[in-house]
């Protein structure tokens, strides 16, 4: 099955401890893409991928970091987590960066820092 | 900078009936794509319809069709006959086509969907 698969669905840790939330998709899509939804903001960008070892900062990047040493793998880094980053976070690929089919998102990851 | 505008934080429709979501953007592009994605309890984001701008002819998935006016940049979407199962939270989305990377999300409609 097609699919973008993110790890872990939820997540509570203490501020400053670094984390990884892993995303892999199985398509053989070039671009990948992190998102955090909050409530009544939307989904906004923190980092995306062209193709591998391509990266570049979204809309919101402080605090995070992302690599892209496969194609298949796109983490997102948290190395020093704060209660401000506490959000649901998305990643989501697609065929090329202008797909007009638009994205596949994997389910979500709700974080929770304390 | 694209920005997209849903101005309507809730909304609610019996079932069976019709409700209409709105969504206006901001855009000195020409070519572009425009999505409505569904988000229920699960959280899963779940494409529902796009829209290519170049087309202007509205697009259609089922019970689901939008109302697109590029010169006002509008982007509604409407679903008929609705069903318990509509109820989400609904995000109208903007994406370049030519230039740049990135999806431009709304903030977000939450529809109840009354029994």
């Known amino acids: 099955e097609a699919q973008v698969t993110q790890n872990p669905r939820y997540l509570i840790t203490v501020t400053g401890k670094k984390l990884t939330v892993t995303c892999s998709q199985n398509?053989?899509?070039?671009?990948m893409s992190w998102y955090r939804q909050d409530p009544g903001l939307g989904l906004r960008q923190i980092y995306y991928?062209?193709?591998?070892?391509?990266?570049d900062k979204g809309d919101v990047p402080e605090g995070y970091k992302v690599s892209r040493k496969e194609k298949r793998n796109f983490p997102l880094i948290l190395e020093s987590p704060s209660p401000n980053q506490t959000s649901l976070y998305f990643c989501?690929?697609?065929?090329?960066?202008?797909?007009?089919?638009?994205?596949?998102f994997g389910s979500g990851t709700r974080l929770t820092v304390v | 900078a694209q920005t997209v505008t849903q101005s309507q934080p809730e909304m609610s429709v019996q079932e069976a009936e019709t409700v209409t979501l709105s969504c206006t953007y901001d855009?000195?592009?020409?070519?572009?794509?425009l999505f409505w994605y569904k988000q229920p309890p699960s959280r899963q984001m779940i494409l529902v319809i796009r829209?290519?701008?170049?087309?202007?002819q509205n697009a259609t998935e089922n019970r689901f069709s939008v109302n697109f006016q590029k010169a006002a940049k509008s982007f509604s979407l409407k679903i008929s006959d609705s069903q318990l199962g509509d109820a989400a939270m609904y995000f109208c989305?903007?994406?370049?086509?030519?230039?740049?990377?990135?999806?431009?999300f709304g903030t977000g409609t939450s529809l109840t969907v009354i029994p």
């Open positions: 989305a903007y994406r370049r086509g030519n230039t740049g990377n990135q999806f431009y």
């Open positions: 855009t000195s592009e020409s070519d572009y794509y």
């Open positions: 398509m053989n899509h070039e671009y």
């Open positions: 989501a690929s697609s065929l090329r960066p202008r797909d007009p089919l638009g994205y596949t």
């Open positions: 829209q290519e701008a170049y087309k202007q």
């Open positions: 991928s062209m193709n591998v070892e391509v990266t």
